[in-house]
Every structure is written in C-alpha cells, then in structure tokens.
C-alpha cells in the first residue's frame, strides 16, 4: 500500500509541475512525502503547520485538480503535519477539519477534505444559527500588531466586539491602501464576536462574492430571498466596499439591507481602499451612511510597527533572528504588512527546508528581489554615484574632473550604466550630472560596461557587487 500511495503522488507531482513555476515546485512540493493511501484518501507528510496553511491557502485548487484526474471523482486529502520540538517522538493528536478545534502540541494530525465542503451560506436558510462565518481563523486580534498606524481602528473594533450593535462605531468603515491589514481587522472583531457571543450570527463577505450572489439573485428571480438572508445577520463584514462603485442595482439592495440592520441595531464594518469622502462612483444615500459612524484609517506600518510583525511571526514559527537581521529586514520591507509577512514566509521557507542559518548575507541574498524593487524606489543619481565612488574608494567629485585615468573613466562609465537602468532620469541629465557629458557619452559608456560585462569574468562579478550595494547596502 506504501508503494502504491509513492507512485500515485509521484503522478500528482508531474502534473503539479507542469502549473507551477520550477522554484516553486521545488520549495513547496518536492519535500513532500506520501504516507499512505485507502479508499481514495491520500495522506501526505508536510513539515510543519506552516507549510500545510500555505499549500492549503496558495495551492488547493491545483492539488485538487491532480488527484482527481489520478485518484478519481472522491478522492481526498490529509496531511499529516509534524512539528519536533523535542527529540522525543511526539504524540500524535487527531484534529476536526474546523481550525478553531486546532489545539497546541508538538505533532499535529491534520485532516481536510478535498470532496464536499461548508454549505453554501447564500442558500436560502431557515436555521440562521446554521450561517457559517466564512471567517479565517488565523485573523485574530492577538496576531493583529497595534501601532500608531492602526490604534484607532484596533480600540473601535475592541469596542464592537464587546458590545455589537451598541456602540458610536456603526457602521465602521476601515480604509487604507492594500496590504495593510483592513481585512484582518474586520475578520478579526468577527471572531471576537463569535467569542463573546456565539449566538450571534456574524457573516464576512468580500464585496466581489456579494456581487455576484446578488447577479445570480436576480437571474433565477430570487432578489427576495438573497436580502432575507442578509437580514438575519447581527454582525454584516463587507470587505472592499469600493467594488460597488458603478453598480447601480447592486447598491439600491445593499441600501436597503444596510437600513434593515442599522434600524434594528445589527452591526456592520466595511472595508475600503479610500476614506468616503473620496469613494467615486457610490451613491450619495449610501456615502452618507458610511458617513454615519466612525471612520477609521489604517496607514503604513512605522519601524516599530513593523518590527513587532517580524517578531511575532518569528516566535509564532519558531525562527531566531538577531537584532541585526531584524534591522535589516524591517528598514528594506516597508512597503506594507502584505510585503513584509511575504518576506516571512520567504524566510520561514528557507529556515524549514534548507536548514540555512539566518544570518544577515543569507537574508539579504533569500530577500534580493524585495528589497530590490524598494530600493529601485529611492535610488537617485546622486546616491548611485556615492555608492559606484565608495566602491573604489574615491571621492564624488572625482568623477567631475577632466581626467583620463582609467580607474575615473571606469567608475564615470559604471554610474551612468547604473543610473540609465535603475532611475528614470533623462540621459542629458545623467551626463550633466556625471561629469558634464553629453548623452551620447553615456550610451556610449552603457555600451562599453555590457560589452566588457560579456567578455570579462572579474568585471561582471565587481558590477554585482556594486548592484548588490546599491540594493542592499554595504
């Protein structure tokens, strides 16, 4: 039976592979084991809870395509997820599919069905203790890391979740750019409220789904029953309310339910990616209902905002990390949460499957192409020539002068290629700002670098190691 599940999982992973980008099947799927296999159910062996939420949240659909196609129509899934925390060997505990049943131990036995499924919740419902939340249950408050950039939101919904319906903040309307944690928040007073008071019926829906329920409604004649539905909710989470911008009918229902709860003291929290003042295509109606309770923005997080992110995370998966490391990836990953809690699992990923100790040359080499992309951001002509002079260990103003001499003519020609490919600057600017020359100097400096780059071994790694500078710092 051992060599039967081998070779049917060795069948999924070909035609996993053939979806996935080379690396990506080499990190997440190659250290997979098959364990066994009885009545269509595959067991897999995964090396941490970590490694099962990501394939569970990045990947589902192409592991269920797989074993269907080698399995057949029931086929099934467990993972068998084992953290050693110990050199004992780890008791092994049987888990619900719920994850709120998850309990802490040191080996956990995963199992979720591929087949079936949660109930569809827009179904008409006479029971509406049967609605499910449809909340992820990673998005807790405690995970939640409060700063400046998101104490008022945090303290409204601590509020909400104390006393639903009850408070100034109804509705709440969260809003901030992408990647900054609107949705964690809303889900996270839902869960709160689910803790609190678990006779509340809490529901979080993602205005894209609302959308096409509501299209789906009125296609089969059954408008009446969708807005039924939504007025057995106490606790309505409507994420990226934005999407109703232009959508005329869609908002006109969505009145109409939001006065519903409003009068009968429900709660609702809205998420958007502007305040409602500068929401365009919404109704006036429904702007000023927006309007009516606490709007509360969640900005970038500050570098002590984010630091506290990395260390969470580091003690939720059990990773290390010096003060220096931490430093480094808090000062370079500043774009949002999204973008740092991404480099995390870059991090993680490296730590679990290539045992690689995470020192500060071994982050910056897994994080390169983060921090490239932020540092492509900020770089100016006048940082690339500090960065090009400090490498040879001459002054700027060097580059300024009338000379010939080879190590000047290299640098000048090296902080032009720089500035050509990694700034936006003009090449008239370039050359009057290196050295006063003209843009035909500078081509012609760009060109020189690239031949030389394919020809000579030693300049192509000294040109990496001033990009590598440029990115990452020295």
């Given at each position: 039976m051992e060599k039967d599940c081998k070779i049917i999982w060795t069948k999924c992973l070909r035609l996993i592979e053939e979806?996935?980008?080379?690396?990506?099947?080499?990190?997440?799927?190659?250290?997979?084991?098959?364990?066994?296999?009885?009545?269509?159910?595959?067991?897999?062996?995964?090396?941490?809870?970590?490694?099962?939420?990501?394939?569970?949240?990045r990947f589902i659909d192409i592991l269920r395509s797989s074993l269907k196609t080698v399995i057949g129509p029931n086929a099934k899934l467990e993972y068998s997820v084992v953290v050693e925390n110990q050199p004992k060997k780890p008791l092994s505990v049987t888990l619900s599919s719920s994850p709120e049943k998850r309990p802490e131990t040191n080996t956990i036995y995963l199992n979720k069905q591929l087949s079936g499924g949660l109930k569809n919740p827009f179904e008409r419902t006479v029971n509406r203790l049967q609605i499910d939340s449809q909340l992820?249950?990673?998005?807790?408050?405690?995970s939640f890391?409060?700063?400046?950039?998101?104490?008022?939101?945090?303290?409204?919904?601590?509020?909400i979740a104390k006393n639903p319906g009850g408070t100034a903040f109804n509705p709440l309307l969260i809003y901030g750019g992408s990647g900054l944690g609107k949705t964690h928040?809303?889900?996270?007073?839902?869960?709160?409220v689910k803790q609190n008071f678990p006779e509340k019926v809490v529901l979080y829906v993602s205005t894209n789904l609302f959308q096409t329920q509501f299209t789906e409604a009125v296609r089969k004649n059954e408008i009446n029953d969708f807005m039924h539905f939504y007025q057995l909710i106490d606790v309505l989470i409507l994420d990226d309310i934005h999407e109703l911008a232009g959508k005329t009918a869609t908002q006109n229902t969505f009145f109409h339910i939001f006065n519903h709860l409003q009068q009968l003291g429900k709660q609702l929290i809205l998420t958007s990616d502007k305040a409602p003042a500068?929401?365009?295509?919404?109704?006036d109606r429904l702007l000023s209902r927006f309007k009516w309770g606490l709007s509360a923005e969640i900005k970038s997080p500050d570098f002590e905002t984010r630091k506290e992110i990395v260390l969470y995370k580091a003690k939720k998966d059990g990773i290390e990390f010096s003060s220096e490391v931490i430093a480094y990836i808090c000062k370079y990953i500043n774009n949002n949460v999204r973008e740092l809690e991404g480099a995390m699992i870059s991090l993680l990923a490296q730590a679990t499957f290539n045992k690689r100790d995470l020192t500060v040359d071994v982050v910056k080499?897994?994080?390169?192409?983060m921090v490239r992309k932020q540092a492509e951001e900020e770089l100016t002509v006048e940082k690339i020539q500090q960065v090009v002079c400090g490498h040879f260990h001459i002054a700027p103003e060097t580059l300024q002068a009338k000379t010939r001499k080879r190590e000047i003519v290299q640098a000048r020609q090296l902080a032009m290629y720089f500035c050509k490919n990694y700034?936006?600057?003009?090449?008239?600017?370039?050359?009057?700002?290196?050295?006063?020359k003209d843009h035909?100097?500078?081509?012609?400096?760009?060109?020189?670098?690239?031949?030389?780059?394919?020809?000579?071994?030693?300049?192509k790694m000294e040109v990496e190691e001033i990009q590598r500078k440029l990115y990452c710092g020295n």
């Open positions: 979806q996935l980008p080379p690396k990506t099947f080499k990190t997440w799927f190659e250290p997979i084991r098959a364990l066994k296999l009885k009545n269509d159910v595959l067991t897999i062996q995964v090396a941490s809870s970590y490694v099962y939420e990501c394939l569970e949240e992820n249950p990673v998005y807790t408050m405690e890391i409060e700063g400046s950039c998101n104490r008022l939101a945090k303290s409204a919904g601590m509020a928040l809303a889900q996270a007073i839902g869960l709160e500068e929401l365009s295509g919404i109704e080499d897994i994080l390169v192409k700034t936006k600057a003009s090449l008239s600017y370039i050359g009057n700002q290196i050295g006063k035909a100097t500078v081509l012609y400096a760009c060109k020189a670098v690239a031949d030389l780059m394919e020809t000579d071994r030693k300049f």
